[in-house]
């Protein structure tokens, strides 16, 4: 299984932006290479869902809420996920998870929490 550390969750006004960040401090380059990784969050009462997933070849998805608003990023030297987020809306008000899939073994971050709020 891969640690995960996510930071960068905060409180923001509708309109603003927040970048988050998911460190995988204890994987070796390979592993972390060659893991998918992903962003989901569970908002209160609600299951969790998908935000942006990576696929196999690179291409990533985004959930119809965020697309155009949500940019997924990693930089594998850094061992680094980012989901930078703007024009945040209350409705993106969630608890926030790093996830990683290496060939089918997950790993879950313990999340950062967004509250967007005026």
């Known amino acids: 299984q891969m640690y995960l550390v996510e930071s960068g969750g905060g409180l923001v006004q509708p309109g603003g932006s927040l970048r988050l960040s998911c460190r995988a401090p204890?994987?070796?380059?390979?592993?972390?290479?060659?893991?998918?990784m992903g962003w989901y969050r569970q908002a209160p009462g609600k299951q969790r869902e998908s935000v942006a997933t990576e696929r196999v070849g690179g291409s990533t998805n985004y959930s119809d809420s965020v697309k155009g608003r949500f940019t997924f990023s990693r930089d594998n030297a850094k061992r680094t996920v980012y989901l930078q987020m703007n024009s945040l809306k209350p409705e993106d008000t969630a608890v926030y998870y790093c996830n990683s899939n290496y060939f089918g073994a997950l790993s879950w971050g313990k999340g950062t929490q967004v509250t967007v709020s005026s």
């Open positions: 204890r994987s070796i380059l390979s592993t972390f290479t060659g893991a998918l």
